[in-house]
Protein backbone atom coordinates (compact mmCIF):
# COMPACT_ATOMS: atom_id res chain seq x y z
CA UNK A 1 0.00 0.00 0.00
CA UNK A 2 1.39 3.33 -1.49
CA UNK A 3 0.05 7.17 -1.41
CA UNK A 4 0.49 8.92 -4.08
CA UNK A 5 -0.60 12.31 -5.31
CA UNK A 6 -1.87 12.91 -8.78
CA UNK A 7 -1.23 15.99 -10.92
CA UNK A 8 -4.41 17.74 -9.27
CA UNK A 9 -2.53 16.99 -6.16
CA UNK A 10 -5.26 14.38 -5.32
CA UNK A 11 -4.08 11.98 -2.63
CA UNK A 12 -4.67 8.65 -3.85
CA UNK A 13 -4.14 5.29 -1.31
CA UNK A 14 -2.39 2.38 -4.02
CA UNK A 15 -4.06 -0.57 -2.62
CA UNK A 16 -3.73 -2.36 -5.50
CA UNK A 17 -0.29 -2.16 -7.72
CA UNK A 18 -1.77 -4.42 -10.78
CA UNK A 19 -4.26 -1.26 -10.97
CA UNK A 20 -1.33 1.92 -11.78
CA UNK A 21 -3.26 1.96 -15.21
CA UNK A 22 -6.28 4.07 -13.81
CA UNK A 23 -3.39 6.06 -11.75
CA UNK A 24 -1.97 7.32 -15.34
CA UNK A 25 -5.41 7.84 -16.98
CA UNK A 26 -6.41 9.92 -13.94
CA UNK A 27 -3.56 12.83 -14.89
CA UNK A 28 -4.38 12.31 -18.25
CA UNK A 29 -8.19 13.05 -17.52
CA UNK A 30 -7.47 16.13 -15.73
CA UNK A 31 -4.95 17.47 -18.18
CA UNK A 32 -7.73 17.06 -20.57
CA UNK A 33 -9.92 18.91 -19.03
CA UNK A 34 -6.91 21.90 -18.83
CA UNK A 35 -8.46 22.13 -22.28
CA UNK A 36 -12.12 22.83 -21.43
CA UNK A 37 -13.12 20.09 -23.87
CA UNK A 38 -16.72 20.18 -24.85
CA UNK A 39 -16.52 16.21 -24.22
CA UNK A 40 -14.19 13.70 -23.13
CA UNK A 41 -13.87 10.01 -24.09
CA UNK A 42 -12.03 7.72 -22.90
CA UNK A 43 -10.71 3.80 -23.38
CA UNK A 44 -8.55 1.36 -22.05
CA UNK A 45 -8.62 -2.39 -21.52
CA UNK A 46 -8.75 -1.16 -17.19
CA UNK A 47 -10.54 -4.00 -15.55
CA UNK A 48 -10.41 -8.04 -16.52
CA UNK A 49 -13.96 -7.65 -14.53
CA UNK A 50 -15.56 -5.97 -17.92
CA UNK A 51 -14.32 -9.14 -19.68
CA UNK A 52 -16.37 -11.29 -17.13
CA UNK A 53 -19.32 -9.26 -17.25
CA UNK A 54 -19.52 -8.70 -20.68
CA UNK A 55 -17.49 -10.84 -22.77
CA UNK A 56 -16.44 -10.30 -26.28
CA UNK A 57 -19.84 -9.22 -27.35
CA UNK A 58 -19.78 -5.32 -26.90
CA UNK A 59 -18.25 -2.85 -25.04
CA UNK A 60 -18.79 -1.89 -21.07
CA UNK A 61 -19.88 2.33 -21.73
CA UNK A 62 -19.89 4.84 -18.34
CA UNK A 63 -21.39 8.31 -19.14
CA UNK A 64 -22.58 11.27 -17.60
CA UNK A 65 -23.82 13.00 -20.51
CA UNK A 66 -26.99 11.36 -22.28
CA UNK A 67 -26.23 12.79 -25.38
CA UNK A 68 -22.86 11.44 -25.44
CA UNK A 69 -23.88 8.20 -24.52
CA UNK A 70 -26.80 8.36 -27.29
CA UNK A 71 -23.98 9.35 -30.36
CA UNK A 72 -21.64 6.46 -28.89
CA UNK A 73 -24.88 3.71 -29.01
CA UNK A 74 -25.62 4.87 -32.48
CA UNK A 75 -22.19 4.96 -33.10
CA UNK A 76 -21.85 1.45 -32.45
CA UNK A 77 -25.04 0.30 -34.07
CA UNK A 78 -23.81 2.18 -37.68
CA UNK A 79 -20.21 0.19 -36.62
CA UNK A 80 -21.45 -3.02 -36.15
CA UNK A 81 -19.41 -2.70 -32.80
CA UNK A 82 -22.19 -2.75 -29.54
CA UNK A 83 -21.84 -0.60 -26.55
CA UNK A 84 -23.38 -1.75 -23.12
CA UNK A 85 -24.08 1.30 -20.95
CA UNK A 86 -23.23 0.37 -17.38
CA UNK A 87 -24.20 2.22 -14.44
CA UNK A 88 -22.40 5.59 -12.46
CA UNK A 89 -24.47 5.13 -8.87
CA UNK A 90 -23.27 7.13 -5.97
CA UNK A 91 -23.06 4.27 -3.74
CA UNK A 92 -20.16 2.53 -5.77
CA UNK A 93 -18.39 5.27 -5.74
CA UNK A 94 -18.81 4.92 -1.97
CA UNK A 95 -16.34 1.98 -2.12
CA UNK A 96 -13.73 3.86 -2.75
CA UNK A 97 -13.41 5.92 0.25
CA UNK A 98 -9.82 6.09 2.22
CA UNK A 99 -8.87 6.52 5.74
CA UNK A 100 -5.89 7.43 4.54
CA UNK A 101 -5.95 9.48 1.53
CA UNK A 102 -7.87 11.19 -0.59
CA UNK A 103 -9.67 8.13 -2.61
CA UNK A 104 -8.57 4.16 -3.25
CA UNK A 105 -7.64 3.02 -6.27
CA UNK A 106 -9.92 0.11 -6.09
CA UNK A 107 -12.79 -1.15 -4.67
CA UNK A 108 -13.13 -2.21 -0.61
CA UNK A 109 -15.53 -4.60 -1.77
CA UNK A 110 -15.02 -7.85 -4.41
CA UNK A 111 -18.04 -6.62 -7.05
CA UNK A 112 -18.53 -4.20 -9.44
CA UNK A 113 -14.72 -4.18 -9.95
CA UNK A 114 -15.64 -2.22 -13.35
CA UNK A 115 -17.82 0.02 -12.37
CA UNK A 116 -15.63 0.99 -9.35
CA UNK A 117 -12.50 1.56 -11.28
CA UNK A 118 -14.69 3.93 -13.61
CA UNK A 119 -16.01 6.14 -10.62
CA UNK A 120 -12.42 6.00 -9.90
CA UNK A 121 -11.97 7.77 -12.74
CA UNK A 122 -15.20 9.79 -12.90
CA UNK A 123 -13.18 11.76 -10.15
CA UNK A 124 -10.66 13.31 -12.25
CA UNK A 125 -13.17 14.83 -15.05
CA UNK A 126 -14.66 18.42 -14.51
CA UNK A 127 -16.19 17.91 -18.13
CA UNK A 128 -19.84 17.39 -17.39
CA UNK A 129 -19.89 14.94 -20.91
CA UNK A 130 -17.69 11.76 -20.71
CA UNK A 131 -17.75 8.64 -21.21
CA UNK A 132 -15.66 5.96 -19.98
CA UNK A 133 -15.54 2.43 -22.25
CA UNK A 134 -13.78 0.07 -20.47
CA UNK A 135 -12.32 -2.79 -23.88
CA UNK A 136 -10.71 -5.30 -21.87
CA UNK A 137 -13.48 -7.58 -23.20
CA UNK A 138 -13.17 -6.47 -26.78
CA UNK A 139 -9.66 -6.06 -27.48
CA UNK A 140 -9.31 -9.00 -29.47
CA UNK A 141 -11.72 -10.53 -31.94
CA UNK A 142 -13.96 -13.39 -31.37
CA UNK A 143 -15.26 -16.32 -33.68
CA UNK A 144 -18.56 -14.40 -33.54
CA UNK A 145 -17.09 -11.20 -35.36
CA UNK A 146 -16.28 -12.95 -38.76
CA UNK A 147 -15.30 -9.44 -40.13
CA UNK A 148 -12.11 -8.87 -37.83
CA UNK A 149 -8.53 -10.62 -38.33
CA UNK A 150 -7.54 -12.81 -35.31
CA UNK A 151 -6.01 -10.97 -32.66
CA UNK A 152 -6.24 -7.04 -31.96
CA UNK A 153 -9.01 -5.65 -33.25
CA UNK A 154 -9.05 -2.01 -32.91
CA UNK A 155 -12.50 -1.99 -31.22
CA UNK A 156 -14.32 0.29 -30.96
CA UNK A 157 -12.80 2.96 -32.87
CA UNK A 158 -15.14 2.27 -35.55
CA UNK A 159 -17.75 3.22 -32.90
CA UNK A 160 -15.97 6.24 -31.75
CA UNK A 161 -15.66 7.37 -35.39
CA UNK A 162 -19.20 7.33 -36.15
CA UNK A 163 -19.79 8.96 -32.70
CA UNK A 164 -17.80 11.80 -33.57
CA UNK A 165 -19.57 12.35 -37.05
CA UNK A 166 -23.13 12.29 -34.86
CA UNK A 167 -21.94 14.94 -32.45
CA UNK A 168 -20.20 17.13 -35.11
CA UNK A 169 -23.63 17.34 -37.21
CA UNK A 170 -26.05 17.82 -34.08
CA UNK A 171 -23.18 20.77 -32.83
Not at 66 to 93: H, N, Q, T
Not at 122 to 140: E, T
Request: hydrophobic letters at 40%; proline letters at 3%; a neutral charge.
Amino acid sequence: RKSVSNIQSSGINAEYGDAEGRLILADALTYADTFEPSHVVDMATLTGAMAVALGGECVGTYSTCESLWSALEKGGYISGDRLWRMPLFKEYGDLLKSRTADINNISSGPYGGSITAAKFLQNFVKCKSWAHLDIAGVMDSTASFSYLPKGMSGRPTRSIIEALKLLSINK
